[in-house]
C-alpha cells in the first residue's frame, strides 16, 4: 500500500465552482501535512499547511480527519489562475501522485 | 533571498556518462532531498541529508549517490546514467527534518538520458 494516495483527477470545472480534493495515508502515526501546488511541471509551491484542528486562507479550507486518515483541500469560488496540480505531502517526504484542476471559463 | 538553487536546469546525457546535480540553499536550512519527479508517479525521494554529514537513502536511491558538501550544499551523482533516469529532478530544504515545517524546493533539473 502506497505511503500517501490522491485521486489524480482531472478535475474540470467552471469559474466559480466549488472543489474538493481528498488524500488518505496509511501511517496512522504521521505528524505533518500539506498542501502543494504544482503549475506545469515547474517547482512544487506550499499552498497550506493542514492543522489538526482545520484551517482556511482565504477561499482555500484544509481539513484533517486522523480517524479515517485523510486530508482534505476545498476551494470555493474557483478562479481560473486556480488551475494546477494539487499535492498532498504526509510528513516530509511523502507525496501523493498530485490532482489535476483545470478551471473552465 | 535566492532560496533554493539548482544547477543545471537542463541537460541531455548519453547512457553510460556520468553528472552531478548541484544544490545549494541559503536559508540556513539544515536537511536537504533529492526528489525526482516522472509522468503519473508524483515525487518520489531519492535521498535526504537531516543534517551537515549525514545521508539516508529514500524510496527510489538506486543508481545514485550523494554529496553533503556543507550546511549549504547537497549534490545528487548519477554515475554511469540509463534511460529510466530521464526525469525532472527537484531538490528541497526544510529547516529541520520530522518537523512541522514545509520543504522549500528549488525549479528542478530537467534531464534526458539518450
Known amino acids: 500500500r502506497k505511503e500517501v494516495e490522491q485521486d489524480p483527477g482531472p478535475f474540470n470545472v467552471p469559474e466559480g465552482a466549488t472543489v474538493a480534493f481528498n488524500c488518505t495515508y496509511s501511517?496512522?502515526?504521521?505528524?505533518?501535512f500539506f498542501w502543494y501546488r504544482q503549475d506545469c511541471r515547474k517547482e512544487p509551491k506550499l499552498l497550506m499547511s493542514?492543522?489538526?484542528s482545520g484551517n482556511e486562507d482565504g477561499r482555500f479550507t484544509a481539513q484533517l480527519n486522523r480517524a479515517s486518515q485523510y486530508i482534505s483541500l476545498l476551494i470555493r469560488d474557483s478562479k481560473l489562475s486556480d488551475s494546477a496540480t494539487y499535492l498532498c505531502?504526509?510528513?516530509?517526504?511523502?507525496f501523493g501522485t498530485g490532482t489535476s484542476l483545470t478551471v473552465i471559463p | 533571498n535566492a532560496g533554493v538553487t539548482q544547477t543545471p536546469k537542463f541537460q541531455v546525457l548519453k547512457t553510460g556518462q556520468s553528472m552531478t546535480l548541484q544544490c545549494a540553499q541559503d536559508?540556513?536550512?539544515?536537511?536537504m532531498y533529492w526528489y525526482r519527479q516522472d509522468p503519473g508517479m508524483g515525487l518520489r525521494l531519492i535521498y535526504y541529508?537531516?543534517?551537515?554529514?549525514?545521508?539516508d537513502k529514500g524510496e527510489v536511491p538506486n543508481g545514485y549517490n550523494v554529496s553533503r558538501l556543507n550546511k549549504r550544499e547537497f549534490s545528487l551523482r548519477l554515475e554511469s546514467a540509463a534511460p529510466s533516469q530521464t526525469s525532472v529532478y527537484f531538490c528541497?530544504?526544510?529547516?529541520?527534518?520530522?518537523?512541522?515545517?514545509?520543504?522549500?524546493f528549488g525549479d528542478g533539473t530537467r534531464l534526458s538520458i539518450l
Open positions: 505531502v504526509v510528513n516530509w517526504g511523502y
Open positions: 501511517n496512522s502515526a504521521s505528524q505533518s
Open positions: 493542514v492543522y489538526s
Open positions: 536559508m540556513n536550512h539544515n536537511s
Open positions: 541529508s537531516a543534517s551537515e554529514g549525514t545521508t
Open positions: 528541497a530544504s526544510m529547516v529541520v527534518g520530522g518537523s512541522n515545517q514545509p520543504q522549500h
